[in-house]
T-cell receptor, first 115, second 115 residues
Framework: AQKVTQAQTEISVVEKEDVTLDCVYE???????LFWYKQPPSGELVFLIR??????QNEISGRYSWNFQKSTSSFNFTITASQVVDSAVYFC????????????FGSGTQLTVLP | ETGVTQSPTHLIKTRGQQVTLRCSSQ?????VSWYQQALGQGPQFIFQ???????GRGNFPPRFSGLQFPNYSSELNVNALELDDSALYLC??????????????FGPGTRLTVT
């Protein structure tokens, strides 16, 4: 069975601070995919990144960066110089190697960036 | 490029009734997945349709059923509604192919309230 744990339920930071959202996953598959999605108050899940299990290189996209560590089964997400518009619920998800590629989501982290 | 659309936006039903939710996939996508998101939780996989056939199912009872049409749009049907079915129902489309995992793009969701 697959599992994704986001231990941080809520995080509150002041604008321009850096913030890291933690994600720990469990899977028996050797091939799998990890994702981060953002869910603003409107409710629509916005795709941020996909990472496959063969690629442990960290990735940076503007103010966003991701740290994938297979040894600790973690896929953490850092926002640098946070902005009020970053306020949302962030979900980490895991896709299995089955044909359905269903996503198993964590419970989400509510990020509030205060002005 | 048209994104994923869902209808209706909101719906109120009475326990025991039946409901149909609709989803139009993003242009060029042939796979549709449905998720249920209860308040304060991460989305849970209901099922997926690939080229009009069910291609995987989560832990949901048979009263949750679906269809995919030749244009790859999809319906989610729920019979004998229960209070616990109250949730945000999310549709996601992707370009599916055997052996590959593509990122799923989500629609804005349908908020179902069962009274």
């Amino acid at each position: 069975a697959q599992k994704v744990t986001q231990a941080q339920t809520e995080i509150s930071v002041v604008e321009k601070e850096d913030v890291t959202l933690d994600c720990v996953y469990e899977t028996r598959d050797t091939t799998y995919y990890l994702f981060w999605y953002k869910q603003p108050p409107s409710g629509e899940l916005v795709f941020l990144i996909r990472r496959n299990s063969f690629d442990e290189q960290n990735e940076i996209s503007g103010r966003y960066s991701w740290n994938f560590q297979k040894s600790t089964s973690s896929f953490n997400f850092t926002i640098t110089a946070s902005q009020v518009v970053d306020s949302a619920v962030y979900f980490c998800a895991l896709s299995d190697s089955g044909s359905a590629r269903q996503l198993t989501f964590g419970s989400g982290t509510q990020l509030t960036v205060l002005p | 490029e048209t994104g994923v659309t869902q209808s209706p936006t909101h719906l109120i039903k009475t326990r025991g009734q039946q409901v149909t939710l609709r989803c139009s996939s993003q242009s060029g996508h042939n796979t549709v997945s449905w998720y249920q998101q209860a308040l304060g939780q991460g989305p849970q996989f209901i099922f997926q349709y690939y080229r009009e056939e069910e291609n995987g199912r989560g832990n949901f009872p048979p009263r949750f059923s679906g269809l995919q049409f030749p244009n790859y749009s999809s319906e989610l049907n729920v019979n004998a509604l229960e209070l616990d079915d109250s949730a945000l129902y999310l549709c996601a489309s992707s370009l599916g192919a055997r052996g590959l995992s593509y990122e799923q793009y989500f629609g804005p969701g349908t908020r179902l309230t069962v009274t």
